[in-house]
């Protein structure tokens, strides 16, 4: 095969014949690095094979359904779209140390495979599943970063002939056939598509693991989403312990499925009944917070919004929010100054969603506010409250998508006081719902 060679950008994947010192799309100098490229002509057994190209019935295709390998690992067979497709590679994707390694341990220990560790020694590997209690008899451990050696090693008896392959992480990869280091986006790509090969020749799934780096958002897995299946995203705060697994992209399922976990002492666990989790340490009966109902994917789960807003000594006066999108905190903080008459640009807003989940829905416009004029005017929400609804710029409260499926959850874990745009139309309306003013603010009751 004829071998040609372009420059690719290190960090946004642009490709280009020649070398330039800036990169032309995303503007970062001496990022180009030359790559070798195969040539576009098909080879001699590609033409071959293109003659013997056979259609089959859509009928007789064989159905995937059946063949699913379940890791019996509930919420992660869910959001694959009910279990792992013999062939298929799947991107799991997450900042480092969030739990991706964690998880597909618990995966393997359930379907048996080869765990290939490129950052850990076999060593490590074996400490951590001590821990999560994996006997890890079904499991083969190889500690290896060079792409063709792990194509290779597929083949060795009882590698991974039932099971899965586990290939932790992408950025460790190198293929020998280019120069460049580990981690590049020729090596990231080269090395997947070897991975990609042996998924398609073998049958055994791949499941890849990818660090997603503050800069790495392009240049690191992003770059390899349209070469694989199946992109998983597991998200959640650090020092939390709630972990949500989402899928970004599924040839094989939906991808508005997510997968609640907790991370604890024994590993990840799964979350069966998400709806509350979120709750468990609520204080109620103090001003500043007001719980709201979000989707999660189909999901409805209750969360505590918690605000606080105290008199400022400064000019400009704070306004920060945690687990919600910053610019729609300060249009919300607007509306209620402007539509309410409420003097609260010369305090200072802390607005914090509980459990360490991101808030992007607008349906919790309406949490937010409620819970900022609550710690202003030291009005409590009642205790089995949940406020939900998109606030329009004129003060409206607006309906939110599947206001139903909201409604029946709430409803079911006795939140019996539902603020929403039919039993309150507008910012204004909702204020009924806030206990009278109290003269102080208190401290929650059983810290006294
Ligand atoms: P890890 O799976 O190594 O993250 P990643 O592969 O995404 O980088 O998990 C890292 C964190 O999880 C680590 O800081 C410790 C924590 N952890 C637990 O809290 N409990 C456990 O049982 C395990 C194995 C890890
Ligand atoms: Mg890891």
Redesign the pocket.
């Known amino acids: 095969m004829k071998i040609k060679s372009v420059f690719v950008c290190q960090q946004c994947g642009y490709e280009s014949p020649s070398w330039y010192g800036k990169c032309p799309q995303c503007g970062t100098w001496n990022s180009l690095v030359e790559t070798v490229k195969e040539s576009g002509k098909a080879p001699a057994s590609a033409r071959t094979a293109a003659r013997q190209a056979k259609p089959v019935k859509l009928s007789e295709v064989r159905h995937i359904e059946k063949s699913r390998i379940k890791s019996g690992f509930v919420e992660f067979d869910r959001v694959m779209g009910g279990g792992i497709v013999p062939g298929s590679v799947t991107l799991l994707a997450?900042d480092?140390?969030?739990?991706?390694?964690?998880m597909l341990l618990h995966v393997i220990a359930r379907t048996g495979g080869l765990y290939v560790s490129g950052e850990e020694s076999a060593e490590q590997v074996k400490l951590?599943a001590k821990?999560?209690g994996i006997s890890g008899d079904n499991i083969s451990i190889l500690a290896e970063t060079l792409a063709e050696a792990i194509a290779e090693a597929i083949h060795q008896p009882g590698a991974g002939d039932r099971g899965i392959l586990v290939v932790d992480s992408v950025q460790t990869l190198n293929s020998e056939e280019l120069e460049g280091m580990a981690g590049s986006v020729g090596q990231l790509r080269r090395s997947t598509e070897i991975l990609v090969a042996v998924a398609k020749t073998t049958g055994i799934p791949v499941v890849i693991?990818g660090h997603v780096t503050k800069e790495g958002a392009i240049a690191g897995p992003k770059v390899l989403e349209h070469m694989v299946d199946t992109v998983l995203y597991l998200e959640g705060e650090r020092y939390a312990n709630a972990r949500i697994l989402r899928t970004l992209k599924n040839r094989y399922g939906a991808v508005d499925e997510v997968g609640l976990f907790e991370?604890?002492?024994?590993?990840l666990k799964e979350i069966e009944n998400p709806s509350e989790i979120f709750l468990q340490d609520r204080v109620t009966d103090v001003p500043g917070s007001v719980v709201t109902v979000v989707l999660e994917g189909t999901r409805p789960l209750l969360i505590e919004i918690q605000a606080l807003a105290v008199p400022s000594p400064l000019a400009v006066p704070r306004r920060v929010g945690s687990g919600v999108d910053y610019n729609r905190l300060q249009v919300i903080c607007a509306i209620i100054q402007k539509r309410l008459g409420l003097p609260i640009s010369s305090s200072d807003i802390y607005v914090n969603v509980s459990g360490g989940i991101r808030i992007s829905e607008p349906a919790a416009d309406l949490a937010i506010a409620l819970s900022i004029i609550s710690s202003y005017q030291n009005r409590p929400a009642p205790r089995k409250a949940a406020a939900f609804g998109e606030i329009g710029l004129l003060g409206e409260v607006r309906r939110t998508s599947q206001e139903k499926r909201r409604i029946t959850e709430a409803r079911r874990l006795g939140y019996a006081t539902l603020i929403h745009s039919q039993s309150a139309p507008t910012l204004r309306s909702a204020l009924s719902y806030l206990r009278k003013g109290e003269p102080s603010e208190k401290a929650p009751a059983g810290r006294r």
């Open positions: 997450g480092p140390g969030i739990g991706k390694s964690t951590r821990r999560l693991i991370m604890g002492d024994g590993g």
